[in-house]
């Protein structure tokens, strides 16, 4: 299908490590008979959309341009495309969004929030995973006559009730972009072709559907017991005389193939929700400018002032466009005429260190069933923040009050023994506890460092920052808290710990900006699964 459109589609992702399956399946792209550009996560602008060619233009004397390898169309792939930072992935974008290009993404990330950027993979009709898979297994295709079925494919009729259901399957699976229905209308034609029909049938839509929509789904729908899940008398009987309509297909019959695809580290069977969305998160802290080191960026005009460090090719570059017209006006001795405007700084991206802020509650409410829990889901959160370097803090709070348990530090052992020594009991002072978080987050960004912050609870606060139990005060008090909280955190997971979730711990987390996720009668494994998913533990 890919070969019959390979532009309208997109392209593929394909998940694997790199080997003799990765390859098998790399050289069936000779068959789109295009040409191929391989490019790196790190490749500059000046070589993919082509700038001044610096060598050329002072030989010749003047401007000499280098078009970039994607000046011209062709099948672009990109090894490792888990690493492409995010300017990249939008700069890969918009050359994507010029209609020239068929992107392969080839993701080799090892663990589940090593993932291709959603902005690239949004983009392409296909995802691949080829892990656990032989090359004896592998299934050759035979190679069609592409002309012909090019052809055959501008003349595939559809009508608006396919793009309605195909839209309507999509939003089942809170798919709310529609570059995934218009991708799946796309493949439902190049399956017809494929199939030798004219016209787009119920196999065709299934087909579309399984291919482009469980990678992208965000939930899982949930039967309806007030729907009809069996086809009407007469649908059964058309299919039994060998002809079906699409239309007379009901969707519940599409929702479960699609569902039965669904990965299963992804699902939350006991919610019908995604635990394993797309990770946000970058596994480190914010991003800052320096001129010392880091990944390097694009040189910009300055003063040097001794800090700052010469981009000597970035000034070559931007001086070379002059040099006929200087050379008019100074003295021939010079090669080349330097302005002071032509100067350019090095610049480097860092990363700032990372605190993790553990805030557990140790109220009586949470105590009674979930404190063990939540202790075993922190501690298996801690070896991870070790392992990464992060700096972790944890603050509990119950009665009236909250309380630094332990300041950041590196320091497992130190962790876990201020963990296993947390008591429990009381009132449910959650307001104090985003207190003294914020606090904490302003105190380290003071020092530069990044804070994240990794709320527990079940929801029940009932005790206001005066100290009142008042559940009303609490409330309101714990959502003018967050709100302070979110403008100190580079991001957060509130984890609802309550054995019946409600809809005001979620108010909070909005609040707060952070990512929300329901987990009743959860495991220490399950909640620390779901922290990792997110791309903060």
């Known amino acids: 299908m890919l070969c019959i459109d390979p532009i309208g589609l997109g392209g593929v992702t394909v998940r694997a490590r790199v080997g003799p399956v990765r390859d098998a399946f790399t050289s069936l792209l000779d068959r789109l008979a295009v040409r191929r550009i391989n490019i790196h996560p790190q490749t500059g602008d000046d070589v993919l959309f082509g700038g001044i060619d610096v060598a050329r233009t002072l030989a010749a004397g003047k401007l000499a341009h280098n078009p970039g390898l994607l000046s011209q169309g ?18 890969l974008a918009l050359s994507q969004d010029s209609g020239m290009h068929c992107l392969i993404l080839l993701d080799e990330g090892a663990e589940p929030e090593e993932a291709v950027s959603t902005i690239l ?50 939003a089942c699976f809170g ?22 029909r004219a016209s787009l049938e119920y196999a065709d839509i299934r087909i579309a559907a399984e291919l482009v929509y469980p990678h992208r789904a965000t939930i899982a729908p949930q039967p309806d017991d007030k729907e009809q899940s069996a086809p009407p008398e007469e649908a059964k009987a ?62 910009r005009p300055g003063r040097i002032d001794g800090r700052n460090r010469i981009d000597l090719l970035a000034t070559l570059k931007a001086a070379a466009p002059w040099q006929v017209l200087r050379g008019k006006t ?79 530090t590196r320091s497992l ?9 947390m008591p429990g009991g009381g009132g449910t002072p959650l307001a104090n506890g985003l207190q003294a978080s914020a606090e904490l987050a302003m105190q380290e960004r003071r020092k530069g460092l990044t804070s994240m912050v990794v709320l527990l609870t079940d929801g029940r606060t009932n005790v206001a920052l005066n100290g009142a139990a008042d559940r009303a005060a609490a409330y309101d008090d714990t959502k003018k808290t967050a709100a302070w909280l979110r403008s100190q955190i580079a991001d957060g997971v509130v984890l609802d710990a309550a054995n019946r979730p409600g809809a005001q711990l979620q108010s909070i987390a909005q609040a707060m900006g952070a990512k929300y996720i329901p987990l009743p009668r959860a495991d220490a494994q399950q909640m620390s699964a779901a922290v990792r998913a997110t791309g903060l533990g």
């Open 238 to 299: 058309q299919e039994e005389n060998g002809y079906v309509d699409s239309a007379e297909i009901p969707d519940d019959l599409i929702v479960a193939s699609v569902k039965a695809l669904l990965p299963d580290h992804l699902l939350d069977s006991s919610q019908g929700q995604m635990r394993g969305a797309a990770p946000s998160g970058t596994g480190a802290g914010l991003r800052k400018t320096g001129n010392r080191r880091g990944r390097p960026l694009p040189a």
């Open 175 to 196: 798919i709310h972009s529609l570059r995934a229905p218009m991708l799946a209308l796309r493949v439902a034609r190049a399956h017809a072709v494929l199939s030798g």
């Open 121 to 170: 993979s949004e983009r392409l009709a296909f995802h691949i995973d080829l892990g656990g898979i032989t090359v004896s297994e592998a299934v050759w295709p035979d190679e069609p006559d592409l002309r012909a079925a090019r052809d055959r494919y501008r003349g595939v009729v559809s009508v608006p009730g396919d793009k309605r259901r195909l839209v309507e399957l999509a």
């Open 413 to 421: 052992v130190q962790a876990k023994r201020c963990l296993a020594a």
């Open 74 to 91: 062709g099948v672009v792939i990109v090894p490792m495309a888990e690493r492409c930072s995010a300017d990249f992935a939008a700069r």
């Open 330 to 408: 100074t003295a021939q001795h010079r090669k080349v005429v330097f302005y002071p405007s032509d100067l350019r700084q090095k610049r480097f991206e860092e990363h700032s260190d990372r605190v993790l802020i553990f805030v557990v509650d140790a109220s009586g409410s949470a105590a009674v069933t979930r404190l063990a829990e939540a202790k075993g889901a922190v501690e298996l959160l801690l070896a991870q923040s070790y392992a990464r370097r992060d700096q972790v803090a944890l603050i509990g709070f119950r009665g009236t009050s909250a309380e630094l348990l332990l300041s950041p």
